[in-house]
């Protein structure tokens, strides 16, 4: 039985994910079918490459991902179907592909669109949930679709580097407040040459030490640690980080306002001394 994981932007508040969800088993009843988020923020491709990259990561080899994400920001005429690391991704042709994967696929097929059909939500679905069933039933990738297709692509959101320090921007805020940085522990560890350390932020917030977990730190104290998939966190112990401190995630359209205004709120940086 095949697995399909589920991402979307969709929403929880209406019918369209139980609907997604019945196009699916329509195609197969024995696909199983597992969410893993549908409150992405339209339009944020930082935030969704990074909880599908990090979701995906935990599957058994060969799940099928359906990422339905920022579909419509173009006219579509193709999903892609991509095969990397044993993990297929199946996700509309607007580069956040590229972003996931932090490079390029392994194998990439282009699933051409019908020209005449009405290209919503669920017409896509269909396309996906028919791809997914002819590779399970044994069809190879290269008759499903057009392979070595061409596709948009979007460049990762990377730290900024210098020598003495390195700046991130937040790319996601959890349930509880906490920030999540672009920053992974590898890059600041790489950066930081054994040096100490000075990680600020808004209102001249100030943490020099990396917590193991929220209880190192007295309740309503802040502190930073490294996450469960390894990137900067910053937090308050049984407090809301991002609403105390005024912090907010990266989007295209603050990236856009950063750009012209030199506004600073969504960025974290760390000094090395």
């Known amino acids: 039985m095949a697995i399909l994981t589920l991402t979307s932007d969709i929403g929880q508040q209406d019918y369209l994910v139980g609907a997604v969800k019945g196009q699916l088993l329509q195609v197969n009843p024995d696909f199983i079918i597992a969410d893993i988020s549908h409150s992405l923020s339209p339009f944020n491709y930082p935030q969704a490459a990074y909880v599908c990259r990090n979701a995906l990561k935990n599957f058994p080899p060969f799940t099928y991902h359906i990422i339905l994400v920022n579909l419509f920001e173009q006219k579509p005429e193709q999903l892609l179907l991509a095969f990397h690391n044993e993990q297929y991704i199946l996700c509309a042709d607007n580069g956040l592909l590229a972003m996931i994967l932090e490079g390029k696929p392994e194998i990439i097929i282009g699933l051409p669109l019908d020209k005449t059909a009405i290209k919503n939500t669920l017409y896509c679905t269909t396309i996906i949930g028919n791809a997914i069933n002819d590779i399970v039933n044994g069809k190879s990738l290269k008759d499903i679709g057009v392979p070595d297709v061409s596709y948009s692509e979007k460049n990762h959101?990377?730290?900024?580097?210098?020598?003495?320090?390195?700046?991130?921007?937040?790319?996601?805020?959890?349930?509880?407040?906490?920030?999540?940085?672009?920053?992974?522990?590898?890059?600041?560890?790489?950066?930081?040459?054994?040096?100490?350390?000075?990680?600020?932020?808004?209102?001249?917030?100030?943490?020099?030490?990396?917590?193991?977990?929220?209880?190192?730190?007295?309740?309503?104290?802040?502190?930073?640690?490294?996450?469960?998939?390894?990137?900067?966190?910053?937090?308050?112990?049984?407090?809301?980080?991002?609403?105390?401190?005024?912090l907010q995630g990266f989007s295209e359209q603050s990236q856009n306002q950063y750009l012209q205004n030199r506004l600073f709120y969504q960025t974290i940086r760390v000094y090395f001394e």
Not at 223 to 236: C, T
């Open 157 to 246: 959101l990377r730290p900024l580097l210098g020598d003495t320090w390195i700046e991130g921007q937040i790319i996601f805020i959890d349930n509880f407040e906490n920030v999540i940085v672009n920053i992974t522990r590898n890059e600041f560890e790489e950066q930081r040459k054994g040096r100490s350390f000075r990680i600020v932020f808004k209102r001249d917030e100030v943490i020099d030490k990396i917590s193991e977990t929220y209880a190192d730190v007295h309740e309503g104290e802040k502190l930073a640690l490294f996450n469960s998939a390894g990137y900067l966190e910053i937090a308050i112990n049984k407090g809301n980080a991002a609403g105390l401190f005024g």
